[in-house]
Structures are given as C-alpha cells and as structure tokens.
C-alpha cells in the first residue's frame, strides 16, 4: 500500500467539498453555509432595516426644520440690528465731526439759484432785501431764498479759479504740476487762516451771532467769483481788463458782504437802520467792515502775479 497516494487520495477527498462550496452557489436549500450570499438576492426583511434605519439620517429628523427657520429668523433679526446700532454709531461720531446734515443744507441749491446768487454777487446795488426767509425757526433751502448762504457757488468757484490759474500760467509757459499745486494749497491755506481769525475776532469780541464755521466758509468763499471775473477778463483782454474787472468785483463783495454780516453781526436796531450806539455794537461794525474789506486784499494777492 501505497503511502504517498493514499494521502493525495485524502487530500483530494477533502477539498473536495470546500472547493464546491466556494465555488457554487449551492445546490439547494437543504445546504448548509457558512455565509449568505446576498449578493444577488432581492430586498429582504434585513434590507428594508437597514433602509429604514438609513432613512431618518439622510432625510433629516422631523423636528430639525421646524428648529432651523425659527433660528435663522432670529440670526437675522440680530444681525439687522446690529447692523443699525453701528449704522446710527457712525452717524452720531461722524456728524460730530462733520455735520453731513447741516452740509445737505448748504448744498441744496439748483440752476435758478446759480444764476441769481451769482448775479447778486457781481451786482449788489440793486438788491433791497437782505434778510435770510426762515420756516419755523429753521431758515429755508438756498434754492428757496438767494440771501441764503451756500456751499456750492464757493467749491465751484475755488476748483474753477485753480483751472483758470492753470490755464493763466500756461499761456506765460510757466505751466508745471507743482506750481498748480502751490497756488492750490496757497488759496486753501489763506482761506482757512481768514476763516479762523473771523472765528477768533468773533470769540474776542464776544458778539452773540448765528453765523456757524459753514457760513463763515461760504461768505469768504465768494470772493472766487470776482477772481474768475478778473482772470478771464485780464486772459482774453490783457492787464487794463484785468484791473478794471477785478476792481468792480472788489466794490461788489464789499458791498455784498456788508449788507449781508450787517444783518448777523449788528444788533437788531442796526438791522433796522438806526444809529448804532455803544461800545459794543462799534466795535461789531468795525468787524464786519474789516471783514469786508479783506476781501479785496485777498483777491488781488491771489491774481495779480497770473496776469501778466
């Protein structure tokens, strides 16, 4: 007897039946296995399980959308006010600052108004009244009222008055950036210095006015128009154009600045045409005539060294 083929004979013998139950899927219902094979087979009672257990994760729990719309509700009505608290936070330091509604005021202006304001600063003569129309202790809208100070003529006429100075240097061939910028900042500097001595003759006066800084501003402000005047004449027509055109302008800011600080700067009695007696409202009228005649001191020393 053979040894070595009675053992391959046990081996084949024995993996006989594994190799059938790997291989096949079995020959029937009366087979034993190890594992099911699921593989093929339908939806079963252990397939339906696991789709309901699966199913409340990917669907989301009933409860989970009625807790999501009451929070984003609240997420949003939290993030809206305090998009207003900040809102009203940088209105409030920012208006301590810069007043943006008192500048809403001065900028409230439209053609109509252009065109008179201009024209009474060129011709003041033949204006009578002076007097700034208020609406319940609130005065009206510039473009309601051309004795009403504004912002608008003063801006336009300092970027205007730079272009023209441009324009001026520029036909002399003496032209740069730099110097632009020089006569620019000069005009800025000198418009300001003249704004903070009113304010402090003011303070050292002690005259108890309504004029603010704005008005202030606006007031020396006008005096541009008469520099344009003079420059476009003295650029078209030569230096005689200049002098002459710049002189009527000269006589007219005076005139209209002292009708209109008269008004703000004297007493009532004087706002009326009575004689002014006193200290006190004598040294009101010397200000308001200094302020008045450093108007045309300005706007020879800004013009004179363009026209040549």
Known sequence: M???ATQSGFRQRKLQPSMRLRNSPGDGPDDSQLFEDTSRAGPGPQAGYRNQQAGPQTAGFPGQTLLSEPMSNLAMAYGSSLASQGREMVDKNLD???PISKLKYYFAVDTVYVGKKLGLLV??????????????DTPVAPRFDVNAPDLYIP????ITYILVAGLALGTQSRF??????????SALVWLIMEVLVVL???????VNTDL????LLAFAGYKYVGMIVGLVAGLLFGKPAYYLSLLWCCAAIFIFMIRTLRLKLLSEAAAEGKLVRGARNQL???LTMAIAAAQPIFMYWLTFHLVR
Not at 123 to 134: A, G, L, R
Not at 176 to 185: C, F, I, N, R, Y
Not at 200 to 206: D, G, I, K, P, R
Request: without cysteine; negative net charge.
């Open 176 to 185: 740069s950036p730099e110097l632009l910028g020089v006569q620019a900042s």
């Open 96 to 98: 301590r600052f810069i």
């Open 155 to 158: 801006t336009m006429g300092f």
């Open 123 to 136: 011709f003041p003569y033949m204006h009578e009244n002076w007097e700034v129309s208020y609406q319940q």
């Open 284 to 286: 009101r009228m010397y």
């Open 212 to 215: 603010t800084t704005i008005d």
């Open 200 to 206: 402090l003759s003011l303070y050292l006066v002690t």
């Open 2 to 4: 053979d040894y070595t």
